[in-house]
Structures are given as structure tokens and as C-alpha cells.
């Protein structure tokens, strides 16, 4: 009961209100502050918000521009090419399967079980080529020897040198050779191109053959090539076609005309796939600048084109002619001549006109 009677003393109503009140006052203090922090500051809105500066300037970036796009090449073929049998007999191995690539100085058949060897040259063999035979073919043969590692140097002439080189090339892919190092041309299997691909296998072991049968199709030869669609070229220069890690220079209509060049592009594989057959007879490559050109990067708004296709923007407070060499998200890339200004104007206005 002392405990409780104690209890029941302490308590005060009125010191109970004046703590409620001191509460309350304090709380209104404080959120009268508050406001007041928000009235002073009413007229500056956040970043996010607040309007734009009114140097309506922005600094120039650069960076290097190749004026790179994705294109797609039409391919042109020959007419269809085979491979032949270069004599007669029983077809004793045959190595063949459809995209399977031919190589010179391969040997992928027999005929009654002597080996044959293959080789690419400007022209088939018409003849055999024993020591001391001069010509075209003779210069054929030995322009492969040379490529392939056997013959030190081209001759026109079946000399000694061109002799030890053919029996080094026969003994390598195992076709039988005589003494005096003829080449027989029964021992020759003709490519149209090294690594040339197989289109489709015609005949099988066990087949007798003839001088001349196809046994095997062959990826068409590539006439020519064209851009299906010519590129908006807008950066000054020199431009290539860029193929897998191939470089072409294309004509002034967008074709490759070159012997030379259609022959790099015969070998990539994605050409030897559209040439196959059921192919799209297209490829698609990158179109750019050979040397990259540095460029200053504006806001579009920056620019002012004029109605004879001039363009100009205001740097530095001075109105500049400028080149357009391209766009791309949102950026513009021109050149100047001479140096490039700091800044440009986002409202070039009239100082363009």
C-alpha cells in the first residue's frame, strides 16, 4: 500500500499537459523551419530540373571515323567445272565428299592402283613433259613446283632442276616416277584452283573410268563480283571491302574485276559456301575508309545545312563551314578546315544564314 499510495502521489496532471504541449510546440518549430527551408529555396528547383544554361554551348568531341557499313556482294560465276579422270581404268580409291577442298600436291585417287597426283595450273596438261620439252606447260608445271617448295625458280624448259624437283613432288604423294623424271600425264589430276571445293561426287570405287570422265563437280569459277547495293559513301577517301581478313579495292561502279583479287576471293570459305550448290551466290562484307579520318562530334542541332548542301556550325562564336562525313546515334561527324573550334553552339540561328 506505501508503494502504491506513493505511486498515486507522483502523478500530476498538470505537469502531464505542459509535457504534451512542450511536444507539440516543438514539433510545429521544427516544421515551420522546414517550409521555411523549402519557401527560401522555391525558386531553384532540383538539377534534374532546372532549365538549361544559357550558354547554350557544348564542348566538341573527336574520335577516328571509318566510315564503316555492312554490305552485300553478288557473286558471278562461270560455267561448271569438273574433276576429270586423267586416264583409263578401274577407279581403285577416291577420296571425295561434297564441300571437301581439293589441294595440289594432294593425291586423292588411283586408278588401277597407282596413285595420281593433283596439281593446279593455269592450264591442264595436254602432253607428257620428259626432259628437255619446252613451253607454256612446262612453265605451268614448274610455276607449281616453285609455289608448293620443290623448284627453286619458274622455267620454261624441262631442265635437270625442274626433273629432281617433279620426282621429289611424285615420291611425296606417292606416284610411281620414271628415271629420267618425265611427267606423265596420266599421273596428273588438273585443279582449276588450289583448294578448290567438291560440289558433288559422281562416281564411285570400283567404277571403271576413262581419260576425261567427270568424277566429281566442282565450286564454279567467280567471274565477278558486285555490290548489291552502293553504299551512301559520305567521308572523302579511298574506301575497301573488307571479307572475313581479306581487303578488295572495288571499282568506281562497286565490282571487283581484278583476276587477282577474284581469285583471294574464291578461296574464303564464306564465298566456296554461297558457290555450292543451293547456295545464295552472295556474300556480305564491311565497306570502309582504308585509313580512318579523325572527326569533331556535334549534337545535330549544332548544324545548319544550307540549301545548296553547304553546312555550318557557330565555334567559338564564330560561324564555321564544315564537312558532313557521317552520323550515328543521336551525333554528327564533320571536318573542318584548318583547326577545330573548342565549343559550338547548340542555336546557331541566323549566324549561318
Not at 498515486?8 to 498538470?14: E, V
Not at 602432253?127 to 622455267?155: F, K, N, W
Not at 547456295?279 to 545548319?304: D, R
Not at 567559338?316 to 551525333?331: A, F, K, W, Y
Given at each position: 500500500?506505501?508503494?502504491?499510495?506513493?505511486?498515486?502521489?507522483?502523478?500530476?496532471?498538470?505537469?502531464?499537459?505542459?509535457?504534451?504541449?512542450?511536444?507539440?510546440?516543438?514539433v510545429?518549430?521544427?516544421?515551420?523551419?522546414?517550409?521555411?527551408?523549402?519557401?527560401?529555396?522555391?525558386?531553384?528547383?532540383?538539377?534534374?530540373?532546372?532549365?538549361?544554361?544559357?550558354?547554350?554551348?557544348?564542348?566538341?568531341?573527336?574520335?577516328?571515323?571509318d566510315?564503316?557499313?555492312?554490305?552485300?556482294?553478288?557473286?558471278?560465276?562461270?560455267?561448271?567445272?569438273?574433276?576429270?579422270?586423267?586416264?583409263?581404268?578401274?577407279?581403285?580409291?577416291?577420296?571425295?565428299?561434297?564441300?571437301?577442298?581439293?589441294?595440289?600436291?594432294?593425291s586423292?585417287?588411283?586408278i588401277?592402283?597407282?596413285?595420281?597426283?593433283?596439281?593446279?595450273?593455269?592450264?591442264?596438261?595436254?602432253?607428257?613433259?620428259?626432259p628437255?620439252?619446252?613451253?607454256?606447260?612446262?612453265?605451268?608445271?614448274?610455276?607449281?613446283?616453285?609455289?608448293?617448295?620443290?623448284?627453286?625458280?619458274?622455267?620454261?624448259?624441262?631442265?635437270?632442276?625442274?626433273?629432281?624437283?617433279?620426282?621429289?613432288?611424285?615420291?611425296?604423294?606417292?606416284?610411281?616416277?620414271?628415271?629420267d623424271?618425265?611427267?606423265?600425264?596420266g599421273?596428273?589430276v588438273?585443279?582449276?584452283?588450289?583448294?578448290?571445293?567438291?560440289?558433288?561426287?559422281?562416281?564411285?570405287?570400283?567404277?571403271?573410268?576413262?581419260?576425261?570422265?567427270?568424277?566429281?563437280?566442282?565450286?564454279?569459277?567467280?567471274?565477278?563480283?558486285l555490290?548489291?547495293?552502293?553504299?551512301?559513301?559520305?567521308?572523302?577517301?579511298t574506301?575497301?571491302?573488307?571479307?572475313?581478313?581479306?581487303?578488295?579495292?572495288?571499282?568506281?561502279?562497286?565490282?571487283?574485276?581484278?583476276?587477282?583479287?577474284?581469285?583471294?576471293?574464291?578461296?574464303?570459305?564464306?564465298?566456296?559456301?554461297?558457290?555450292?550448290?543451293?547456295?545464295?551466290?552472295?556474300?556480305?562484307?564491311?565497306?570502309?575508309?582504308?585509313q580512318?579520318?579523325?572527326?569533331?562530334?556535334?549534337?545535330?542541332?549544332?548544324?545548319?545545312?544550307?540549301?545548296?548542301?553547304?553546312?555550318?556550325?557557330?565555334?567559338?562564336?564564330?560561324?564555321?563551314?564544315?564537312?558532313?562525313?557521317?552520323s550515328?546515334?543521336?551525333?554528327?561527324?564533320?571536318?573542318?578546315?584548318?583547326?577545330?573550334?573548342?565549343?559550338v553552339?547548340?542555336?546557331?540561328?541566323?549566324?549561318?544564314?
Amino acid at each position: 500500500m506505501r508503494n502504491r499510495g506513493s505511486a498515486l502521489q507522483a502523478y500530476h496532471p498538470s505537469r502531464a499537459r505542459q509535457s504534451i504541449i512542450a511536444t507539440i510546440a516543438g514539433v510545429a518549430i521544427l516544421a515551420a523551419g522546414f517550409l521555411g527551408g523549402m519557401a527560401a529555396n522555391w525558386n531553384s528547383p532540383p538539377p534534374l530540373l532546372a532549365a538549361p544554361s544559357s550558354d547554350m554551348s557544348i564542348a566538341i568531341a573527336t574520335r577516328q571515323f571509318d566510315d564503316a557499313q555492312l554490305v552485300g556482294l553478288q557473286l558471278q560465276s562461270g560455267p561448271d567445272r569438273f574433276l576429270q579422270s586423267p586416264g583409263g581404268g578401274r577407279l581403285t580409291s577416291f577420296q571425295c565428299s561434297v564441300g571437301m577442298a581439293l589441294y595440289s600436291g594432294e593425291s586423292v585417287l588411283s586408278i588401277d592402283g597407282t596413285e595420281t597426283v593433283s596439281l593446279a595450273t593455269s592450264h591442264p596438261l595436254w602432253r607428257d613433259i620428259p626432259p628437255g620439252t619446252h613451253g607454256t606447260d612446262v612453265t605451268d608445271v614448274s610455276h607449281e613446283l616453285v609455289r608448293l617448295g620443290y623448284l627453286a625458280q619458274t622455267t620454261s624448259t624441262a631442265d635437270a632442276a625442274f626433273a629432281v624437283a617433279w620426282k621429289k613432288l611424285a615420291k611425296a604423294s606417292g606416284v610411281p616416277v620414271a628415271t629420267d623424271g618425265t611427267v606423265a600425264l596420266g599421273s596428273v589430276v588438273w585443279l582449276p584452283a588450289d583448294g578448290i571445293t567438291v560440289s558433288s561426287c559422281d562416281t564411285a570405287v570400283g567404277d571403271q573410268v576413262v581419260g576425261g570422265k567427270h568424277l566429281a563437280q566442282l565450286a564454279p569459277t567467280i567471274t565477278g563480283a558486285l555490290l548489291i547495293v552502293q553504299p551512301a559513301v559520305e567521308a572523302a577517301g579511298t574506301h575497301v571491302l573488307l571479307i572475313g581478313a581479306e581487303s578488295f579495292t572495288l571499282s568506281a561502279d562497286g565490282a571487283i574485276t581484278e583476276q587477282t583479287d577474284l581469285a583471294r576471293l574464291a578461296d574464303l570459305a564464306d564465298v566456296q559456301q554461297a558457290l555450292q550448290p543451293g547456295g545464295t551466290m552472295q556474300v556480305t562484307g564491311t565497306y570502309k575508309l582504308a585509313q580512318p579520318v579523325l572527326v569533331s562530334v556535334v549534337p545535330p542541332a549544332s548544324v545548319v545545312v544550307q540549301p545548296d548542301g553547304t553546312a555550318c556550325v557557330v565555334g567559338d562564336g564564330t560561324p564555321r563551314p564544315v564537312r558532313i562525313v557521317g552520323s550515328q546515334l543521336g551525333q554528327t561527324y564533320v571536318t573542318f578546315d584548318g583547326p577545330s573550334p573548342q565549343r559550338v553552339s547548340l542555336d546557331p540561328g541566323s549566324a549561318c544564314g
